[in-house]
């Protein structure tokens, strides 16, 4: 049985930052925290000092405004310099910015607003909730909280997909295509007729996360990249998805996931204290240009083509972890700049917005002129290091 | 397709500490922390009068060695008192013990060896490992890792089931059952004939988040509650089953669960500075009386029989949030001794293991000599309020 997403919907952050205002904050708040951080040495630098020092850093590492125009977030304090009126990033206090207790009850609050914007029109209970985020844990999470408001507690299953990066999407969608191949199961044996829907949500609130005190070239990087993103979208069976209204939709042919050996240490995402955080090794481009032929081939032996003959006819959605992936997957797989397109202008529209970028990427080819029949090849990365990907046809 | 879990493996923490010495060690931790908090109190109690004072507390909240006689942690510090020369609880630097980071680089730490003796003599990769924690998230995670370490990478897929408090042995089933339903259509579709296996493992270091500081009476019993636990269990489809040399398993014919509107306030888990952390309200007992027998009988919906006929030769599976569950349920529904008696003794072991305490029930049963054909009846509880359940029989 094959399944089929659809009914895409997105929320923007409050606030949207063009990245010269971003790029400017986070040298800002480098030279700051280090300011502060040094503030017994006895050759100390000036802010002013600190101050280019950091912009240069930054405008060495940093993703430019050609690549990123704007992020969305959140959190007030990336629109001014204010320090001490900040919520988060006070760094006086702290020059890693607020303890993690305080980002996670932001998680919760801003989270609970999503799931009841998300919901507030909807009336029918899906089978299952699968909340995906790798930015904040609380539970009771918002998707058990919307299913409790909404009375759906007897019908409706919430399954948390969390810290699986920015590849969540993908091991959501196999959680989500079990539970729809369960739940036929179950209808069919009690012989109701009722839609079979599973909702995926992913609310990714990566700026949440920023921390000045962390400054290593690599989280120039990191800062630079994140922006918050909030996406729900529906998985069908074939009849449900019939009835579902949908125009069009992404059935999904191929789900595939591998792990890299010997790649462990190149990514990860871990808890801090203050923080997740990230860190990223400048291997990470060339181990997934030596994999990612294998893996589309090892993708497309479980359909009845070969790559090399649909691929000029592909859509191709790829997790921009960095601008440079995209470049680096186009140049070793010879793609047209059309097929990569709107992967781009997602990026460049919003940022990585971690495990949501993609469905966001997947809703603009759904919103686009490319026809049905068009395969679509989705690509993302995450610690392991993880290549997981999928082949769908627009229906 | 009904699935069937078997291949249990058991690994106890590095150290057991008999409740006697556990109670102890919380009542001095928290008459220290209150004293460290309080050093500029004018009226400030002496650390003999505080020492009193908490153990009249832990007496009166804490579960005692009649209903837990030990629990089971990697943490050596519970074994003395020399806070000075503690890991985490050197209590003169920070009365919440270690700040989160270095918890969660140990749970790695740990999380790792433990992969490592559960893999050591298995050479045949499974189709998914689901790795079950709501006690540490690190990426890559042990799960992750073994894979890539087995080079396991082309054919294994990880898929992390965190946050979903003590029922996650069910989400982390109905995951296992789509993966295997998924699995056994490729499977045919590539007419290949091999092993149709999901692993799962639960890593609970529940110990590690001990907060002293934290100095409610319902922390009391939380923090008298918890023990470290580790397991490790297959889910099979029947054909492949009967090829991996079990003599036993539990066959699952409903997993089911629900989310009682109006209780969220009741249960939480979050994750603070220092220690993840739970909140837990006096009203979960009644909250879960009022609801337990319906949701059994829902159960008992998708089966052919109903629960009072086959009640008297049910085996319950009860997760022992504490101990006044299992004897609240037992009243409710008006069960024997006998037919709780496997949960009590698990909880009497080893405490209460988080998600890692049902399947530790689960696997007392297959030990046991209850016979073949009869039927388990399983539940759990977490936050939502959450109740999760499953009817499964010996096979």
């Known amino acids: 049985m094959r399944s089929i997403i659809s009914s895409f919907r997105i929320l923007r952050p409050n606030y949207e930052v063009s990245q010269e205002v971003g790029l400017q904050w986070i040298s800002r708040a480098h030279a700051y925290a280090k300011y502060l951080d040094s503030s017994s040495f006895v050759n100390k630098k000036t802010?002013?000092?600190?101050?280019?020092?950091?912009?240069?850093?930054?405008?060495?590492?940093?993703?430019?405004?050609?690549?990123?125009?704007n992020r969305g977030t959140f959190i007030a304090d990336y629109l001014h310099n204010n320090w001490e009126e900040m919520q988060f990033f006070d760094l006086k206090k702290n020059t890693a910015g607020s303890q993690l207790q305080e980002r996670m009850s932001f998680f919760s609050e801003v989270t609970n607003q999503v799931f009841n914007k998300f919901y507030s029109d909807i009336d029918e209970a899906p089978q299952h909730i699968i909340h995906v985020t790798c930015t904040g844990y609380v539970s009771p999470s918002a998707a058990q909280l919307?299913?409790?408001?909404?009375?759906?507690?007897?019908?409706?299953?919430?399954?948390?997909?969390?810290?699986?990066?920015?590849?969540?999407?993908?091991?959501?969608?196999?959680?989500a295509q079990g539970f729809l191949l369960q739940d036929k199961q179950l209808l069919n044996s009690n012989e109701k007729s009722s839609q079979n829907r599973v909702d995926i949500v992913h609310t990714e609130l990566s700026t949440l996360h920023f921390n000045p005190s962390l400054q290593?070239?690599?989280?120039?990087?990191?800062?630079?990249?994140?922006?918050?993103?909030?996406?729900?979208?529906s998985l069908y069976d074939k009849n449900s998805f019939l009835y579902s209204n949908c125009l069009k939709g992404l059935e999904i042919i191929v789900n595939h996931e591998e792990i890299i050996s010997n790649s462990s240490d190149?990514?990860?995402?871990?808890?801090?204290?203050?923080?997740?955080?990230?860190?990223?090794?400048?291997?990470?481009?060339?181990?997934?240009?030596?994999?990612?032929?294998?893996?589309?081939?090892?993708?497309?032996?479980?359909?009845?083509?070969?790559?090399e003959e649909v691929k000029n006819n592909c859509i191709f959605a790829i997790h921009p972890g960095g601008p440079k992936i995209i470049q680096h997957i186009k140049d070793i797989?010879?793609?047209?700049?059309?097929?990569?397109?709107?992967?781009?202008?997602?990026?460049?529209?919003?940022?990585?917005?971690?495990?949501?970028?993609?469905?966001?990427?997947?809703?603009?080819?759904?919103?686009?002129?490319?026809?049905?029949?068009?395969l679509v090849v989705s690509l993302a990365f995450g610690p392991g290091l993880t290549i997981s990907g999928s082949i769908m046809r627009i229906v």
Chains 1, 2 share one sequence.
Not at 48 to 68: G, H, Q, S, V, Y
Not at 161 to 173: Q, V
Not at 334 to 350: A, G
Request: proline fraction near 3%.
């Open 146 to 175: 919307i299913v409790a408001n909404k009375n759906w507690g007897k019908s409706t299953k919430v399954t948390h997909a969390y810290h699986m990066g920015c590849y969540a999407a993908f091991p959501a969608l196999r959680i």
């Open 333 to 374: 797989l010879s793609l047209s700049n059309e097929s990569v397109q709107l992967s781009e202008s997602i990026l460049k529209m919003y940022g990585n917005m971690s495990s949501a970028t993609l469905p966001h990427v997947w809703d603009s080819i759904l919103n686009s002129d490319i026809e049905k029949g068009a």
């Open 216 to 233: 290593d070239p690599s989280q120039f990087v990191v800062q630079s990249l994140f922006g918050d993103g909030l996406i729900y979208y």
């Open 47 to 69: 802010i002013f000092d600190l101050n280019i020092l950091m912009e240069n850093i930054t405008n060495r590492f940093a993703c430019k405004p050609d690549k990123i125009a």
């Open 266 to 307: 190149a990514m990860s995402w871990e808890i801090g204290s203050n923080s997740f955080q990230m860190t990223l090794s400048g291997k990470v481009p060339s181990m997934i240009a030596e994999n990612i032929e294998n893996f589309i081939g090892k993708m497309f032996s479980f359909t009845d083509v070969s790559f």
